[in-house]
Each structure stands twice: as C-alpha cells, then as structure tokens.
C-alpha cells in the first residue's frame, strides 16, 4: 500500500480502516535510487484514508486515517529483496453502533516498524513476487497515554502478480492477495493468541508516461476482515510516485 522498473514496491496499498462499507485512500511518495548500482532504493510517502458508516456507501463520508510512511529497500541476490521501514499513523475512532460518533479519545496514534522479505521472479512479460512481512505495533492515545490496545505483532503473507500491458512497459495490471495474522496485547493484560484476522484482495492499474518520471495507480481492494463471522470493505485508491528527483545515482 510504480513504473515499476525497480524491485521494490509497486503500488502504495490502503491501510486497514476498520468497520464500514466503503473506503477511499489517496497516497503521494518519491521513490529516490541510493546507490549507483540501484541495489538500495528510498520509498518515502504520505496518505490519507476516509471511510462511510456501516449503514451508508459513501467512500469519503469521514476521515480515517493519516499516515507518513519511510523505506528502505535492498537487493542483497539477483531475485532476493528486503525492507526496513518506519510509519507514524493518527486514526480516526468510531463507536461500532449507530448513530457511529467518535469515541472518547477520538484518535489513536501509532508508531510501527517492519520488515519484509521478497522472492522477485521476472520475465519480459510479467513479475511474481511472495513476500512475508513481519510488522511490530505501538499504540498511544493524543496525549501518549496507554489506549485499551497498547501492542501488537502482526505477520503478513503477500502474493503479488504484475503483467506488462504493452512492451515498453508504460501500461500494467498488478494483482494480489494477503493474509494478516497477529496477536494484541491490551492494557494490563498478556499478549494474546496469535490468530488470523483478515484477507486484502487488490487490483490496480498502473501508468508511468514515457517522458514524465512520475507513475499513477488506480486500484481497488477488497478488505475481508474476521473469520466467524467475515464482513468486507470495499476500497478506491489512488496514488501518485515520483521518480528520483534528486537525480539518478
């Protein structure tokens, strides 16, 4: 959550936004080369969610979410990839009954690090790419006192698939599907059980004109949240990337 001629990230997916209907998610990002060779690669971005209520559809009813996001990515082999990054994100709360008004705080800050590794198979025509993510969670109230959810490990499986439209490249489909695990721990209570929580299914396409370095995605997802009783949020997303401005290395 891009002309996607590096290995690093192709489209800047929506974040989980909670109980509703429908959600909309707009991200901008650079994506800078660090080294000469293009082994290491910057990817710095800044998004913002809405979300309907449960009882309405409309994708950009009320704010959500905003976050800033830095990573960094590594070709270490010829098909092997990881990242390291960090994001800041102040969420929206809503009390999961009608008439759904803000909780008490309203907002919860929080700080998360992760870590991805990545298998890269590319031909001409196509790029396959599982990864396996592993993300370390931290919450706090607007004031940084303890919220009911204080911490969270969450591991994250990804399978995603990008086919060339034309033969330079300029027009792409990338789909993919995701399952995310964690286990929570709340205020003076143990950690949790380790347990499945939700699917994301996407589908974007992606355009990167031949003489502007920028990519834009359009894209859709389907957010399957729980597993007795499953529910989904369907997402509009769109996001814009611009390529080394600082220059190529």
């Keep these: 959550?891009?002309?996607?001629?590096?290995?690093?990230?192709t489209q800047i997916s929506p974040p989980g936004l909670?109980?509703?209907?429908?959600?909309?998610?707009?991200?901008?990002?650079?994506?800078?080369?660090?080294?000469?060779?293009?082994?290491?690669?910057?990817?710095?971005?800044?998004?913002?969610?809405r979300k309907s209520n449960p009882t309405n559809y409309s994708?950009?009813?009320?704010?959500?979410?905003?976050?800033?996001?830095?990573?960094?990515?590594?070709?270490?082999r010829k098909n092997w990839q990881y990242s390291v990054a960090l994001s800041?994100?102040?969420?929206?709360?809503?009390?999961?009954?009608y008439p759904f008004e803000r909780e008490n705080p309203g907002i919860v800050q929080e700080f998360r690090f992760y870590s991805r590794l990545s298998y890269v198979f590319?031909?001409?025509?196509?790029?396959?790419?599982?990864?396996?993510?592993?993300?370390v969670r931290t919450f706090f109230n607007p004031d940084f006192s303890t919220p009911d959810e204080v911490f969270q490990l969450r591991s994250r499986f990804r399978m995603q698939l990008?086919?060339?439209?034309?033969?330079?490249?300029?027009?792409?489909?990338?789909t993919s599907t995701e399952q995310l695990f964690a286990a929570s721990q709340e205020r003076n209570e143990k950690m949790g059980a380790f347990n499945y929580r939700e699917s994301r299914f996407c589908l974007y396409y992606s355009y990167s004109p031949s003489r502007i370095p920028v990519v834009i995605n359009l894209?859709?997802?389907n957010n399957l949240i729980g597993n007795q009783k499953p529910y989904s949020v369907h997402y509009l997303a769109v996001d814009v990337i611009i390529q080394n401005p600082f220059g190529s290395k």
């Excluded at 959550?1 to 990230?9: E, H, K, L, P």
């Excluded at 590319?122 to 993300?135: C, L």
């Excluded at 060339?164 to 489909?173: C, R």
């Design 1 to 9: 959550m891009v002309c996607i001629c590096w290995n690093g990230m």
């Design 162 to 174: 990008t086919v060339n439209l034309t033969k330079t490249a300029n027009h792409k489909l990338i």
């Design 18 to 49: 909670g109980a509703a209907h429908s959600a909309s998610w707009f991200a901008a990002g650079i994506r800078q080369d660090v080294d000469s060779a293009g082994n290491w690669q910057s990817v710095s971005y800044v998004g913002f969610g």
């Design 59 to 76: 994708p950009f009813y009320k704010p959500e979410i905003f976050v800033v996001n830095q990573e960094f990515y590594h070709t270490f």
């Design 122 to 135: 590319k031909t001409p025509r196509i790029k396959f790419v599982p990864t396996i993510r592993q993300d």
């Design 219 to 221: 894209g859709y997802m």
């Design 88 to 97: 800041y994100r102040r969420q929206d709360e809503y009390q999961d009954s």
